[in-house]
Structure formats: structure tokens, C-alpha cells
């Protein structure tokens, strides 16, 4: 296998939105990792209430350009994976992570019984608020961020897909009835069959500021 | 300046959200490095909206911790990064982003032309499906989620918040008055001052599916 030392800074600089692709298949061994490194991404209390549902086979990816309104990386790219948010997974059972959590000596059971308490007040309250939804999106588009970067250190080329019918997705991927799953986004993944100039970035004074909104840093702090 | 050579799967196996920070504050490159970093993640439409308010003094980080309920990330961690989701930003002038990747060579004027319309079709449909603040959140959750690779890959610590009082969290940065921004998560930064375990994930056959939702990898996928 071969070694993969790119830096995290250099994948983020290196990294392009790719909308062509190779046919070359992603080898099974690359696609294990990628998967392992999404779901080491950190949830909202470990509440994990996030999936994944890797789309590789013809008839997915002809669901998925469908769905996408006839984009070009689910045709091309061999593998698109869907970031699926779970907005109602907290109300399950996470006696399974908290015992996961006990055995690796991570978290004690004083630690485990208020968390948990703290973690099923913190959500209702999302409910209340109707945040649910925006909250689970958030877990989820942090796995599909660690992804692009994860992939890009291995050489592989990605795009972010937002321009999808959700409706449509959700049916391609079989949960056309699931009024509790939402689909957060899409990343293809593939060796790149074209090569994209970075379009640039608004100066950082336009996005970056310090204590306050619109407060530009200090000339010590300009760098 | 140390050189940074972690892998991107190096910094997502060992990053850990850390709670507890030594007094010590980041160097101004390094925190101007890891802005830059931050400010390099993808954007639907490349709109770039979001903007990142970078807390660092005694009453930006008093602030925060009050907003956040007395917890002793603001209160230890040299810089919070507060991630501001800009939802209503697609309604303004993006001529000067057209303009950059023009001059850059990305975009030529048709591709630009088609783009702009595109851009501005696909955000007024999220805005007649009440889907504008959710897609800013994701581009702004993006960009946190690249800064806690790259602060984890310049020996730095981060944490993730959700725990926040939006409206605290707003008027400590100045945007009280602002309905047209949303706040979507806040990062804190530094040195660590504990060491966290590990609490593990759930097993991959849990969260990760193929070709459909709740389908297990054929027995040649299972790695």
C-alpha cells in the first residue's frame, strides 16, 4: 500500500472540486480506509447520527446522475458517497457507545450518567427549537469535510455535490419512506480526468475578523 | 517555523476534542496560517458564505463563555473561532469572485455567465424551500472542520462546540441585530492541557452502507 504523507495543510491547498473522472475503480483497500477516517469524524455527543451509503455499482450511479439532474460525477466518478443525517438517532438506545466508551477506559460511569442526561436535555431542546434537522446536517457534513481531505492525501480527487432532488436521493438509496433521514451531501470520489484551476478566494479581510463582526485585525495582527 | 508533516489520516486518527488548554497563546503565523487554511475550503457556488470571527481577548472569551453556559473551552483556549454562516450573501454582488477567477484563468466569461445564472436559479429554489440558512451552515461547517485537521496537524488542539446560546453568541460578536447571519459552530484553539482518550466509534457495518441504506458490504467489500 503505498504511504500517504501529504500534509493536512497541503491537502487543503491542493484540494480541487473535480467534476471528471477516470473509470479507474477506486482499489477496495483505499475505499476501507476513507470509510474508517469518515466515521473517526467527531459528533454532536458522540451521538455518531450520521451514515454513509457508498454508491458504486451502475444502476446507483444512474439513480444518482438522475437525481442529480444529469451531473457529470456520478457517471463518471466510480464511487459517490451519500453523507445521510439522522436527525431522530438520539432518541435510540446509545447504550451500545457508552459501553464502547466504559471498556476503553475513556469515559467513566459517573462521567456516562450525566453525559447522558446533559446529551437527551441538549437535544430536546433542539427539538423544541426545530434544530434537529440543521444539527444532524452539521455531524454529517463534518464526516464529508475529513473525507475531501482524507481522499485528496491519497491522491484521489472529489467534488461536494449540493444540486441534488433530496426526494430523489433518498429513493435511490432506499429510504424513500424515512421522514427521519435527511440527506446532507454528496461527495464523489475518483482518480481526476481533468485538472482545475483554483478559482481563488476573496481576501481574507473580507471573511476573517477579530473579536467582532466586520473588525478588522490590528496592524500587529495583519501578518 | 516548525515544519508540519502529519498526514491528513494521521491528524483525523489523533485529533481529540479537548476541553482543558494551557495559558499559552498561539503564535500570530500560526493562527494566520491556520485562517488562511480555513478560508481555502469549498463553497457551494463558491459564494463564500461564511466568515470566521477569531475571539482572543479577555471580554471576547468572557463572552463566549457565558454564551456557552461557563464552559472551559472560551474561558482556557488562547482563540475561539466563532463560524458565522451567511445565508442571504448569495443576494449581493459576487462580481469581484468572477472577477479573481477570471484573472486566475479558472473561469473564462461563458463559463462565468452560466455560472452566476446557475448559482442564482439554485439559491432563490432554496430559498423558496426554506433551505438557505441549512446550505450556508454547511459551507461554514466545512471550513471548521478543515481547521480542526489543520490545527490538529500543527500540534494544536481544538473542540468542537454546539453547546451555544445563539443569541449570546451573536451579540457578543456584534451581530445582534443581524437576522441575516447565523451562527454555526465555534472552535476553540490551543495547546491542550489534558489528554483524551479515545471513546471509539461504532463498528463501520453500523453507520457505513453499500448501494443502499442499511445494506452491509458483499462479503469481497467487508476488508
Known amino acids: 500500500m503505498t504511504k500517504h504523507t501529504m500534509s493536512v495543510a497541503e491537502a487543503i491547498r491542493t484540494r480541487r472540486t473535480v467534476r471528471h473522472y477516470l473509470p479507474d475503480p477506486i482499489p477496495q483497500s483505499m ?15 458522540n451521538l455518531q447520527d450520521r451514515s454513509i451509503v457508498a454508491v458504486s455499482g451502475d444502476e446507483g450511479r444512474a439513480g444518482l446522475a438522475w437525481a442529480t439532474g444529469g451531473q457529470p460525477q456520478p457517471q463518471e466518478a466510480p464511487v459517490v458517497l451519500v453523507f445521510v443525517a439522522e436527525p431522530q438517532a438520539w432518541r435510540e438506545d446509545h447504550g451500545d457507545v457508552y459501553e464502547q466508551a466504559r471498556r476503553s477506559g475513556a469515559w467513566n460511569d459517573e462521567f456516562i450518567a450525566g453525559f447522558s442526561a446533559a446529551s437527551q436535555a441538549f437535544q430536546e431542546d433542539l427539538d423544541r427549537r426545530g434544530l434537529l434537522r440543521e444539527y444532524a446536517v452539521k455531524d454529517a457534513v463534518i464526516a464529508a469535510s475529513f473525507v475531501m481531505l482524507a481522499a485528496t492525501g491519497m491522491g484521489l480527487a472529489t467534488s461536494p455535490m449540493n444540486g441534488w432532488d433530496e426526494a430523489k436521493v433518498k429513493k435511490v438509496i432506499g429510504i424513500a419512506d424515512r421522514d427521519d433521514l435527511a440527506v446532507a ?39
Open 31 to 45: 475505499l476501507d480506509e476513507l470509510l474508517d477516517l469518515a466515521v473517526e469524524a467527531p459528533t454532536s455527543w
Open 185 to 223: 451531501l454528496l461527495v464523489s470520489v475518483g482518480y481526476p480526468a481533468q485538472e482545475r484551476p483554483h478559482p481563488g478566494r476573496r481576501p481574507r479581510r473580507r471573511t476573517v475578523f477579530y473579536e467582532s463582526y466586520g473588525a478588522a485585525a490590528t496592524p500587529s495582527q495583519d501578518g
